[in-house]
């Protein structure tokens, strides 16, 4: 089983951005726990960061064939494009929506998820745990 795992803009910036929000651990941790837990399950992972919506797109995209899963988190994109939408609709694989905060409680702006409406599950506010937890519902479905 190949899963990607799609970050959005910012994330790059773990440890250092919001640490009161987005806690201490960097990106390079994160992509450590996903590798390790990827490890464990015996399945592979491609991890893949971008501060361009477009790339994005392109990366989408570029799974269609070659994953069987998508784990994203769009980040601020998540609220405003519908681009990152219709690649996730255009490609069809099953897609899990993260969130390292928990969106639902913060700025209203927040609260419209354009790729979340082709996302089968959401893993919202449950830290770095959400993208683990993404995976394992990609694995048992
Ligand atoms: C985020 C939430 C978004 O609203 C925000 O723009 C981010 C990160 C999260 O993981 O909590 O950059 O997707």
């Not at 803009?9 to 009161?20: K, S």
């Not at 399945?43 to 392109?58: A, C």
């Not at 969106?103 to 790729?115: G, H, N, T």
């Not at 893993?123 to 694995?139: A, N």
């Amino acid at each position: 089983m190949r899963i990607l795992v799609i970050n959005g803009p910012n994330i790059n910036m773990l440890g250092i951005r919001e640490p009161g929000i987005y806690g201490k651990n960097t990106y390079a941790d994160l992509c450590e726990l996903i590798e390790g837990y990827a490890a464990e399950k015996g399945i592979e992972v491609k991890l893949f960061q971008s501060n361009h919506e477009g790339s994005i797109v392109d990366e989408i995209q570029a799974a269609y064939g070659n994953f069987d899963g998508i784990v994203i988190n769009p980040a601020a994109y998540t609220h405003t494009s519908v681009a990152i939408l219709d690649a996730l609709k255009s490609v069809a694989l099953p897609a899990v929506e993260i969130h390292i905060s928990d969106v639902s409680k913060r700025e209203d702006f927040r609260q419209i998820s354009y790729a979340g409406m082709a996302c089968e599950k959401s893993f919202i506010g449950l830290g770095f745990e959400g993208y683990l937890r993404g995976i394992d519902y990609l694995i048992e479905r």
